[in-house]
Nanobody
Framework: QVQLVESGGGLVQAGGSLRLSCVFF????????MAWYRQAPGKERDLIAA???????SYADSVKGRFTISRDNAKNTMYLQMNSLKPEDTAVYYC?????????????WGRGTQVTVSS
């Protein structure tokens, strides 16, 4: 069984920073593209950052230049460094990963971590 567990969310003032982590648990053979999504109240879940197995990254325009996605394959961990946070960044943040394990190759989701940015 594969599980993704996010951490690092919390309450921060506008202009502050947070670092989210997503740890993958289970018998993982390899991981391909990993990504962070977020969902604000009453809105759809949106892709905000992704990193491929070769460390190529991409970002939504709303976070470009402020957020940095990275991965540590040896630790089965993905990160999202969030700087210059704005109130509109308030959302539940989810990690997502395409993982090959003993069960096969599937896309997995974490349960989310709340990020609240006060003005």
């Amino acid at each position: 069984q594969v599980q993704l567990v996010e951490s690092g969310g919390g309450l921060v003032q506008a202009g502050g920073s947070l670092r989210l982590s997503c740890v993958f648990f289970g018998s993982i053979y390899s991981s391909n593209t990993m990504a962070w999504y977020r969902q604000a109240p009453g809105k759809e879940r949106d892709l905000i950052a992704a990193v491929t197995r070769s460390d190529s990254t991409s970002y939504a325009d709303s976070v470009k230049g402020r957020f940095t996605i990275s991965r540590d394959n040896a630790k089965n961990t993905m990160y999202l460094q969030m700087n210059s946070l704005k109130p509109e960044d308030t959302a539940v943040y989810y990690c997502n990963a395409d993982i090959r394990s003993g069960l096969g190759q599937y896309v997995y989701w974490g349960r989310g971590t709340q990020v609240t940015v006060s003005s």
